[in-house]
């Protein structure tokens, strides 16, 4: 059996030798221009079920973050190793004890995966120490008939176990390279175990005569040469009954749920191959696996015994290359994220007017060299309502405001200079004011009806001027605003109604009045001024 063992690992060593360390190379159809995703394009509808293509078509089109998860291939494979039972009452003979089997396997993801498989196993072992403790059996054993003799316990159990495990791997996430060589993983899951345990207790029909109470050397190795050359290997007798299994009179023997856990490390010779070196743990409640229930006080085993299966195999992956990708837990889910960052083009926001405010934000089309502010409107440090670009008076101060169109203000001449009030005065008699809808600029009926009024008594007056007011200037826009009162009033006088320009004199973004009306006085003898000035600002957005 032995030579059987090594034939069969002999195999499959050369059947990976025959396979060879293939990798992909840049003629790999999987290859393509777009951003790749493993081994393959995620523009690819090939790629994709029907269930997914819903969402492949969203991710293509921006109404989805997530590419959708390709189809991949599934796993078949095949394995053979060591198959023991090392937590038992009986030593194992380990280089007498065998198990091959087979497996197929499919993703869930990249990280969980779920594995159907089948393992047909053969462990033996030997005690190397006589025992004595079959007596507490009575004659339910194959040692009854030494009548209390020491034996030397020894077993042959063949077992067959099917089952179904969950296979958790990490080692495909990669932050420093595209691919894994190695993927080293765990696994745990349930299914069914059969086995059928016998002893040698006889040679022919009769007893064997075995060594005296002491044995007949002093260490193991000895006394194991002696007892193997005495042994005939037939393991012609049933073990003890477990009654705690069910037992099966077909080759099975016993049939009872089992689990397993475990841990393997699996290294990717090729896109279709890879070599998975395993441990597996198969325990299904049994105390009875090596056919010993007592131990050599006579007491109960408090243990249960466990099977163990060291394995080599060889996997391989099954599906078009041209419909299903690598078995997700090969792929490493990072490339297409860093593929992606890689291929951001640099972002450019327009800035029509190059004063370094980006249209989005900008609230004013500026003139080229104006210095601006966060918004994209020019720089006005003393308020006067002309850009610091063409302000001729920095800093003009506020009781000098208004301006004229060079940013230079008029400041008041002292106290008791003013001159005395005009006949105009008493003539015009008391103005009304023009009132507008908040943030508008238009004219309504009645402010129309009332600057006609305005225009019948200038009309009488031909040497008088009158002064027209416009309030706030607190921001750019409250200034801009009042400026298109006083000149829509002004307009509408001499436009419509007839009136000499020049009888006006032009006064915006005064203070203390109401920010929505334009109030007219009669000019005081020698008060003079500007019957229109510049627009403080011109390109500032209505919006």
Request: charged share 20%.
């Amino acid at each position: 059996m032995t030579s059987k063992k090594y034939q069969l690992l002999a195999g499959l060593s050369c059947l990976v030798a025959s396979t060879g360390f293939a990798q992909v190379s840049p003629s790999h159809p999987y290859t393509a221009p777009h951003p790749v995703y493993g081994t393959f394009s995620v523009t690819d509808s090939n790629y994709y079920n029907s269930k997914q293509l819903a969402q492949h078509n969203e991710f293509m089109v921006g109404n989805y973050d997530y590419p959708a998860k390709p189809k991949d291939m599934w796993e078949i494979g095949i394995k053979g190793g060591s198959f023991s039972i090392p937590f038992a009452d009986v030593d194992a003979r380990f280089g007498r004890s065998f198990g091959f089997g087979g497996h197929i396997r499919k993703s869930l993801g990249h990280v969980m995966s779920l594995r159907l498989e089948y393992v047909y196993g053969v462990a033996q072992g030997l005690n190397w120490r006589p025992s004595t403790g079959y007596t507490a059996e009575g004659t339910n054993t194959p040692w009854a008939g030494y009548g209390g003799d020491q034996v030397y316990y020894n077993y042959k159990t063949k077992a067959q176990d099917l089952s179904l495990q969950a296979l958790f791997n990490l080692g495909n996430i990669r932050f420093y390279k595209n691919q894994t060589g190695a993927t080293i993983y765990a696994l745990a899951g349930v299914g069914v175990n059969t086995y059928r345990t016998s002893v040698n207790a006889l040679n022919g029909n009769s007893a064997y005569n075995f060594p005296g109470a002491q044995g007949t050397y002093d260490n193991r190795k000895d006394q194991l040469d002696a007892l193997k050359d005495l042994l005939d290997d037939s393991y012609e007798s049933q073990a003890t009954i477990d009654p705690s299994k069910k037992w099966t009179k077909t080759f099975a023997g016993y049939i009872t749920p089992s689990a397993t856990v475990g841990a393997g490390i699996a290294f990717r010779l090729s896109s279709r191959v890879n070599l998975a070196i395993e441990d597996r743990l198969i325990f299904n409640g049994s105390d009875m696996l090596d056919g010993v229930r007592f131990d050599e006080s006579r007491t109960l085993s408090p243990d249960k015994d466990v099977f163990n299966y060291l394995s080599l195999g060889l996997n391989f992956n099954l599906g078009s290359s041209a419909k299903r990708v690598e078995p997700l837990y090969w792929l490493n889910p990072l490339n297409y994220a860093y593929g992606e960052l890689r291929r951001v083009p640099e972002i450019i926001l327009p800035d029509a007017d190059g004063d370094g405010v980006t249209d989005q934000f900008d609230q004013e089309q500026t003139p080229a060299g104006c210095p601006v502010d966060t918004h994209g409107v020019s720089r006005d440090t003393d308020g006067d309502g002309v850009p610091d670009c063409k302000d001729k008076e920095l800093i003009t101060p506020t009781y000098c405001q208004p301006v004229d169109a060079d940013g230079v203000g008029k400041c008041p001449c002292p106290e008791g200079c003013a001159p005395a009030q005009s006949d105009c005065a008493a003539s015009l008699g008391a103005l009304p004011s023009i009132h507008f809808a908040a943030n508008s600029n238009k004219l309504s009926d009645d402010a129309a009806a009332t600057l006609a009024t305005v225009a019948s008594k200038l009309k009488a007056n031909p040497n008088c001027k009158v002064v027209v007011v416009g309030y706030c200037a607190a921001t750019k826009r409250q200034q801009q605003l009042s400026w298109d009162h006083v000149n829509k009033v002004i307009s509408h006088l001499v436009e419509k109604e007839g009136v000499s320009s020049d009888r006006f004199i032009f006064s915006s973004g005064q203070e203390g009045g109401d920010c929505d009306a334009v109030d007219i006085r009669a000019a005081a003898p020698g008060e003079d001024g500007p019957n229109t000035i510049a627009p403080p600002h011109p390109n500032l957005r209505k919006n």
